[in-house]
């Protein structure tokens, strides 16, 4: 089941890499340490006299040129507003370079920790830095990035795990049942929101892209960033049962509505949001089999209990999806 360039990174050794910062009048030390990425290529690069820096390599043919100026604009605007998001440093006029095949990027260092999401205040000041994010992300649209919505992450994944037969066979009748209910719940959960507003948000919230240092928390990677509804942005820092779950969202509510209101009618999404990144991420694990850093980093995926195990993971979202919203305390 081959994918489309499925070894974009083969050539990438680490005197290109090296040599590709240096194509920007910069001297390195001959450091580099390859971080933990597996859409693109990420390192960290030793630089002569000054503080290392973070080079992206773009996987080809994922997005374009001007949608990922697009991503870099936006990140620079909330650097503008003094908004702590890392954002690529401009060198030589430009944001996005070209070397030896690939487009990269620098962006300065930002380490950190994870956030103590277990600590009410913590919650707070991460919902004030998403409510300044998206007060900047809503005034104006993306027009090169996509929506997060039902199709692009729900059926055009379904579609290819079916056309390319990633589906064991035993298992198919179970998936197609299972995968059109949990899209009619998503599509239902998505009425019952009446249309939320779509902004610009950073589109994966997850704790490996919010770290936390003594200045507080920032946010890295906007790879991912697109149009859709702000809950999207939200409901990855809850975790537990509905009743821990409505006590973490009203402290992120808190500080969240200090810079930009939220409408709560978008809390039918938190679950349809959950199961359209479960979809997705099944079906981007797939697209991206034949990198050969895929099937070392996930051994786990496409194996007679994984699918079992996804069908059983939509069949719990079904019944969570119309177990109704969750609420803030």
């Not at 487009?103 to 956030?115: E, I, K, Q």
């Not at 090169?144 to 298992?171: K, M």
């Not at 895929?294 to 079904?318: G, Y």
Request: charged share 20%; glycine share 6%.
């Amino acid at each position: 089941m081959p994918t489309i360039n499925s070894t974009p990174y083969a050539n990438l050794i680490p005197d290109l890499v090296l040599d590709a910062v240096e194509s920007l009048g910069l001297v390195t030390d001959g450091r580099l340490l390859a971080l933990n990425s597996y859409e693109n290529r990420v390192y960290q690069i030793g630089i002569e006299d000054a503080a290392p820096l973070i080079a992206k390599f773009y996987r080809p043919e994922r997005w374009s040129d001007a949608a990922i100026l697009e991503e870099h604009a936006f990140t620079l605007t909330l650097a503008e507003h003094e908004i702590p998001a890392v954002a690529p440093l401009c060198l030589a006029g430009h944001t996005l370079h070209q070397f030896g095949g690939h487009r990269f990027s620098l962006t300065p260092r930002r380490g950190g920790r994870n956030p103590e999401l277990e600590h009410a205040q913590v919650r707070e000041w991460i919902g004030r830095l998403i409510g300044r994010i998206h007060a900047i992300g809503a005034v104006a649209p993306f027009a090169q990035r996509p929506t997060l919505n039902c199709a692009s992450f729900g059926s055009e994944s379904r579609d290819f795990l079916l056309q390319n037969q990633w589906i064991p066979a035993d298992l198919l009748p179970a998936y197609t049942s299972v995968i059109a209910q949990a899209l009619d719940g998503v599509q239902a959960c998505y009425a019952r929101a009446s249309s939320p507003q779509l902004i610009r948000l950073h589109g994966d919230c997850h704790l490996g892209n919010l770290l936390w240092t003594d200045a507080g928390p920032h946010f890295v990677d906007f790879d991912d960033a697109r149009m859709g509804p702000a809950v999207q942005d939200l409901w990855m820092l809850l975790s537990g049962d509905r009743h821990e779950m409505s006590g973490q969202l009203a402290d992120v509510l808190a500080g969240y509505e200090d810079f930009q209101e939220f409408d709560t009618r978008e809390l039918h999404l938190i679950e349809a949001l959950r199961t359209l990144r479960i979809i997705h991420h099944a079906a981007w694990l797939a697209r991206r089999w034949e990198d050969p850093a895929f099937p070392a980093a996930f051994t786990w995926f496409n194996s007679q209990h994984f699918w079992q195990n996804h069908i059983l993971q939509l069949r719990e979202q079904i019944a969570a999806m119309e177990e109704g919203p969750l609420w803030s305390a």
